[in-house]
């Protein structure tokens, strides 16, 4: 009996799930068929790899995002926390932190930001968009008063070539580009990998789908509600902090006004790869797709030559248009 | 109001002529016949009670009259002629309104806003706040009810709220009023209240659909009562043809002996002892559980027994006195101090406190026990699978799969869930808070053996409800209480329901 159950178990979630992934990576890939039809620059050495590096930062964010969105909350920060973290790892790089010091010191900075957001909303109540609010701004101005404004270039060749490499170049020295994945793209599945086991098969994933979905239910079935919120806005602000590292690997650069507006991609990526800004619904890889639609989207309209004040139109129409068939499908449901 | 004339102009043929027939009505959903060729009629200014279990197609037929959802097959009839009743305008058009089973009203906009709302007061474009509030205190006064027109509704107790919601569904030209289980939430004042205002309305010749699980009020109330069973009409009877026994045969086929069926259970030891407990809401209360026992609470609302039981599970601590648990000394901050001594607490409001809705059954039934699942870091499937099932199999859960969503389970089965959570956590004290409001006879029973099942296993269970023979026929100890104090102790059906009632209202 139970051995049937736990054969049939992967089967019907999937039949729950993946049907809206399966939509995502469909689209993902018709608008790959359409660019490399209409354009001779989309399916090239050059481009692709640039493509999955785009992609891979807001990919990330969207990640840790999504977590956060999860426990019905909003995390607005995540770009600040971006260029606040180039900023601090800049720094310390400048003054003669070893890398992996450095990397460990800027992660932690998150941390303490997501600790910093938690602490807001349990123990102050504040609503998580006024907290995040706040910090969005003041994170930026901390970045700004550290530098006197200025940008700090990073000079740490290691650091900076890291993501302009590829996996086994970097790993085994074997050069095969551009057939190689790029370290940043790597990257995203070094996040991908813990996020889905976190999401879908731990204790703590599920506390935050049960505290988004209804959080006095889940106190009163011994969930530790106020565990559940720090847990979400720490990883939301560590995966901030980690795309801080790469941006500043990535620009050579450490600035506090990098990054403008990420978290607004952050939130449209989750929210195209099906995650609810009401709780309690949202997978780890829709994020992600997500995030790579809008950036074959970016990349696409750019190679198309289409004026870019337009590309900020289309995302927005798309955002509508996926999300109300989301919506259609669910209500079918 | 204004409603009242014509009805009435209309004398002796406005008796013959049904205000509202159902023929034939059909409601077919993808899965379910939840409507199966009805026919009923009511008469203009009868109070026609219906009756019926979870899932018998009460709320189906409520929804065909209000519009919500539109018949599968069969008509409407209005004042003898077909009715297209196809969005809750149309019906709202004709006269007809109901008073939800849960409030659907603005928790932040005032008693008087909620009242006037669609329909507000306005001069020179100009919401008048004052003058609305004053009317609405009119209103309010006129119909009886004890509310303040300018108070916010969500400061309000859910009883209250109802109260808004009935006067809101009556002042509002209304010749056909359904009600929805109101007394749920109401305390025995409320529903006094209530009770009166369906008798002037009944008296002004508007038509009241009353539907309840609470027998008693419907012979209460009723002129006469239709019982639905499996979306079909069992029978329609004057209220003097009948009585309890014969309605709840019709319901489902079982008496009331069966209902409050109790195994004798050996008492074991003391599982939890309060000495002088004093809390928010409460004071100096004295009690213990044994294995085997129902200590049943009863008392009004507002009468301390939820907060007592609260602060026994973290949720407010008590601020002084003792408890011992298995004779010893114990603090309990909050809930997961309670979980992880063995308390386990089925909460009032399914709703807001029981359930994860839009989650499906299985995560649900598992929340309490995932840290027991996990096999290092990870939720070990199989074993998470083969207990949702178990526990959807052994508490006869209705659901297409584990999968569905909570939300989609009627009341019973979600009120199933909300208890069959615990039964894996393997608890020694269970306080189940209202473990049947809102539930049909059947799903009763099957709570009750539950519980008798949980005896056995040598828990302890505390048991508050505001429905007296429920507390009367089940508890081994009865505790009533009375503005937070411990009032009186009764054994198993000692005291008559008149002392216990008495006790708890302090005459």
Redesign the interface.
């Known amino acids: 009996m139970s051995i049937t159950q736990v054969e049939a178990a992967p089967v019907i979630r999937r039949k729950l799930h993946i049907p809206f992934g399966l939509t995502l990576v469909l689209l993902l890939l018709v608008l790959c068929a359409l660019l490399t039809y209409f354009t001779d620059s989309f399916l090239t050495e050059r481009n692709i790899p640039n493509l999955l590096r785009q992609g891979a930062m807001i990919a990330i964010l969207a990640l840790g995002e999504t977590f956060v969105i999860i426990t019905a909350g909003i995390d607005l920060s995540v770009g600040a926390v971006v260029g606040f973290t180039s900023v601090i790892v800049a720094w310390l790089l400048t003054h003669d932190v070893s890398i992996w010091l450095s990397i460990l010191i800027t992660l932690g900075i998150g941390l303490g930001i997501g600790c910093f957001h938690a602490f807001g909303i349990v123990k102050m109540g504040l609503p998580p968009f006024i907290i995040t609010l706040a910090t969005l701004t003041s994170l930026r101005g901390i970045g700004l008063l550290m530098t006197n404004g200025a940008t700090i270039s990073i000079t740490n060749d290691t650091f900076t070539d890291f993501s302009r490499n590829d996996l086994l170049n970097s790993l085994f020295g074997i050069d095969i580009s551009p057939f190689d994945v790029p370290n940043l793209f790597a990257m995203v599945v070094l996040v991908a990998v813990p996020a889905w086991l976190f999401l879908s098969h731990s204790r703590w994933g599920r506390y935050l789908f049960a505290v988004g979905s209804n959080s006095e239910a889940a106190r009163l079935s011994g969930v530790s509600v106020t565990r559940t919120i720090f847990l979400a806005y720490i990883l939301s602000s560590v995966c901030a902090a980690f795309v801080g590292l790469l941006l500043a690997s990535r620009i050579g650069i450490g600035n506090a006004t990098q990054a403008e507006g990420w978290e607004l991609q952050a939130i449209a990526s989750s929210v195209i790869g099906g995650t609810s800004l009401f709780g309690a619904v949202g997978s780890w890889h829709g994020p992600l797709l997500g995030a790579f639609i809008l950036a074959t989207i970016n990349n696409g309209a750019n190679l198309l030559n289409v004026n870019s004040f337009w590309q900020r139109i289309i995302t927005g129409g798309l955002i509508i248009v996926i999300v109300y068939f989301d919506q259609l499908r669910r209500r079918r449901r | 109001m204004t409603t009242a004339s014509p009805t009435l102009a209309a004398g002796v043929a406005a008796d013959r002529v049904p205000i509202l027939e159902l023929r034939k009505l059909d409601k077919r959903f993808t899965g379910t016949h939840a409507l199966k060729a009805v026919d009923l009629a009511f008469m203009p200014g009868e109070v026609h009670a219906i009756v019926g279990e979870n899932g018998a197609g009460k709320s189906t037929l409520i929804k065909l009259l209000t519009g919500v959802h539109v018949r599968s097959s069969g008509d409407i009839m209005w004042q003898g002629q077909v009715a297209p009743i196809a969005t809750p305008h149309d019906s709202i058009a004709l006269g007809i309104n109901a008073v939800h089973q849960e409030v659907v009203l603005c928790p932040a906009l005032t008693v008087a806003a909620n009242l006037f709302l669609g329909d507000e007061e306005v001069k020179y474009g100009f919401l008048q706040h004052r003058a609305m509030v004053r009317d609405a205190q009119k209103i309010l006064d006129e119909i009886g009810f004890n509310l303040p027109a300018g108070a916010v509704l969500g400061t309000l107790t859910i009883g209250q709220q109802q109260l808004v919601a009935t006067a809101r569904a009556a002042t509002r030209g209304t010749k056909f009023l359904i009600f929805d289980e109101p007394t749920a939430y109401l305390t025995r004042q409320e529903a006094a209240q209530l009770f009166a205002l369906i008798r002037r309305l009944k008296a002004r010749g508007v038509t009241i659909v009353y539907i309840s699980h609470r027998l008693e009020e419907v012979f209460d109330l009723a002129d006469r009562v239709s019982i639905l069973r499996d979306g079909e009409l069992v029978s329609t009877s004057r209220i003097e043809d009948t009585d309890e026994e014969r309605l709840i045969r019709g319901m489902i086929n079982r008496t009331i002996e069966q209902v409050f069926h109790k195994d004798e259970v050996p008492f074991g030891n003391t599982i939890l002892e309060t000495r002088h407990l004093t809390g928010r809401g409460f004071s100096d209360v004295s009690m213990s559980v044994r294995q085997g026992e129902i200590v049943g609470l009863y008392g009004l609302i507002g009468a301390g027994r939820s907060e007592f039981v609260l602060s026994l599970?973290g949720?407010e601590p008590a601020t002084g006195g003792e408890i011992l648990w298995q004779d010893k000394p114990v603090k309990i901050r909050n809930?997961?101090d309670a979980?992880s001594l063995g308390i386990a607490?089925a909460?009032e409001s399914r709703r807001?406190?029981?359930?994860?809705?839009?989650?499906p059954v299985g995560?649900n039934i598992n929340?309490?026990v995932?840290?027991r699942?996990?096999r290092g870091?990870?939720?070990a499937?199989?074993p998470e699978?083969?207990a949702a099932?178990r526990q959807i199999g052994d508490l006869r859960i209705k659901t297409a799969?584990r999968?569905a969503l909570a939300s989609s389970l009627s009341g019973g089965n979600q009120q199933k869930i909300v208890i069959g959570?615990w039964l894996n956590h393997g608890a020694k004290l269970f306080i189940f808070d209202e473990p049947t409001v809102g539930v049909d006879v059947g799903t009763k029973a099957e709570i009750y053996r539950l519980m008798g099942t949980l005896l056995q296993q040598g828990a302890g269970i505390i048991l508050i409800s505001s429905y007296l023979p429920e507390v009367y026929e089940l508890a081994d100890t009865l505790h009533v209480f009375r503005r937070g104090q411990l009032v009186a102790s009764h054994g198993h059906k000692v005291a008559s329901h008149e002392d216990v009632l008495s006790e708890a209202i302090g005459v």
């Open positions: 599970f949720r809930e997961r979980l607490l909460p807001d406190q029981g359930l994860c809705l839009n989650m995560f929340l309490p995932l840290r699942l996990t870091i990870l939720i499937g199989g699978t083969s099932e799969s999968h959570k």
